[in-house]
């Protein structure tokens, strides 16, 4: 998760950058299943928190965490993926297409609350253009892409479970 936030591509328009995250917590979850998923996140969001460089662009800190224009998405990553967990738990993992309908909720859920973070600041609409629509084909893209590997995941999360045992 830290690695996928240091691919980061600026976009003038918007303080809200493109970056991996949303297609590694949409895997994690489908992956990990609901709990091991969230907890996943929320591992990485303490790290990040506790001033490990797991943020964008070797970012760290409480303050970046909870007072950055990517408060929003980053305190949504725990729900996605255990939602997203959730789906895959009850089969949806098994074929593309639901699969990346359970990541489009997962997604849903990131863009609902980055959204809803930069409203408090910018409003409604401001938040639209600038955390949700420069979004949306980039997250269909990510979504297409963490589906159709999602196959190759699973292969190895068995040979790792398989090691274990």
Do not use: C, N
Request: no cysteine; glycine share 12%.
């Amino acid at each position: 998760m830290a690695l996928s936030a240091q691919f980061v591509i600026p976009l003038p328009w918007t303080p809200v950058p493109i970056t991996g995250q949303t297609f590694v917590v949409l895997l994690t979850g489908a992956l990990l299943g609901s709990r091991l998923g969230a907890l996943a996140m929320i591992a990485y969001l303490i790290e990040g928190a506790s001033g490990l460089p797991f943020f964008r662009a070797g970012s760290g800190g409480a303050a970046y965490l909870f007072a950055s224009p990517t408060t929003g998405y980053l305190l949504s990553y725990p729900a996605a993926a255990f939602v997203v967990g959730l789906l895959a738990e009850r089969g949806w993992d098994k074929r593309f297409l639901t699969a990346a309908a359970a990541m489009m909720i997962g997604s849903i859920i990131i863009l609902f609350s980055g959204w809803a973070w930069l409203a408090r600041f910018v409003g409604a609409t401001g938040a639209w253009q600038a955390g949700v629509a420069p979004f949306i084909i980039g997250d269909l893209v990510k979504i297409a892409l963490a589906a159709a590997v999602l196959p190759s995941g699973w292969a190895i999360v068995r040979k790792a479970s398989h090691r274990m045992d």
